[in-house]
């Protein structure tokens, strides 16, 4: 059984920490990584489970248990307060200090920024500075807000026809801007303040765009990182499937797998320990090496997985491997 090491040349170790820059710089992808992360705990959990450590188990479950406690908690928070503005926006007009305020709303296409401007108990002016909907009904849909909000102390204005969300959108923005301004007014707590900004649940909607720039860095960087920390790795990348190697190898099939191909595909992947499986079946003639249009050969990946036993401190072994190279 694969035992977990704290190693740069483990995959999920590389995984988590790509995962985790990746959340850090685009807000969008934070909810979908904080979904990663939550199936990664009950995935190794389970795991955990079924290889008998049970205590690991225990610790994993308990830590899925908070992180989906904490996200429940901040995401209530955040529903009550949205309720909460919904029902007291008169009374926080009259309570608001005067100043311009930001405030942000979900549209329909992404978020709606107004910036709302208080000035003796009413609503002197709004604008908004950001917004993603449908330009030419969005922007009706503003005016129409505008005369039912500026010069008011209350928000009693109803969705404009034809821009439900967009106007649902402008006016929790409104809200929120204005609550910003009462100093009274209840607050998030600092734990759902931290879970949001990690959650960002304010962006609510993991885009196509977050997701696929997800994609491509999870694929192309960590291989590439991956090929830089762990020699012989790099030229598993070029493996295009073609099966040559396995026409070419006695061997042709371990466990059902296409012999080698499949051991360079789990090279690829930094699955060390099942290739290191796989390669005790190669009899080392060479014949896949000489066949493979990508130059990848049964000893390259004997010395991807030597390097790794080697950083896993498995000397013997890895002389094993090193002497297949
Ligand atoms: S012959 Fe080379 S490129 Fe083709 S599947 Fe085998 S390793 Fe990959
Ligand atoms: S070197 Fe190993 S993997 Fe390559 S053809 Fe020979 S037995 Fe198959």
Known sequence: ??????????????????????????????????????????????????????????????????????????????????????????????????????????????????????????????????????IPIAEGAFEELREGLVGRSDADVDAVTGATRTSYGTINAVREAVWRGVAEAPRLSVLSKITLWFASVKVQKVTFHSLAVLFIVVLLFDYTIQAALVEGTGQTLNCMDCQTCVGACPVKRVDGWLFPMEMVLRARLGDYETVARLMEYCVGCAKCAAKCPAGISAPSVAAAVAHYLRKQKREEEAEFFESRV
């Open 1 to 134: 059984m694969a035992k977990f090491r704290v190693s740069w040349s483990n995959r999920w170790l590389r995984l988590a920490l790509v995962t985790a820059i990746v959340a850090f710089a685009f807000a969008g992808a934070r909810l979908l990584a904080l979904g990663l992360l939550f199936a990664g705990l009950a995935v190794w959990a389970v795991k955990r489970w079924r290889a008998g450590k049970r205590l690991l188990a225990y610790g994993l479950a308990a830590a899925l248990v908070v992180g989906v406690g904490l996200y429940g908690f901040a995401a209530f928070e955040v529903w009550s307060m949205r309720a909460w503005r919904a029902g007291h926006f008169d009374d926080m007009v009259l309570l608001a200090a005067d100043g311009t305020y930001e405030g942000e709303g979900r549209g329909k296409r992404g978020p709606v920024r107004v910036e709302v401007t208080v000035r003796d108990h009413r609503v002197e002016e709004f604008d908004v500075v950001e917004f993603y909907d449908t």
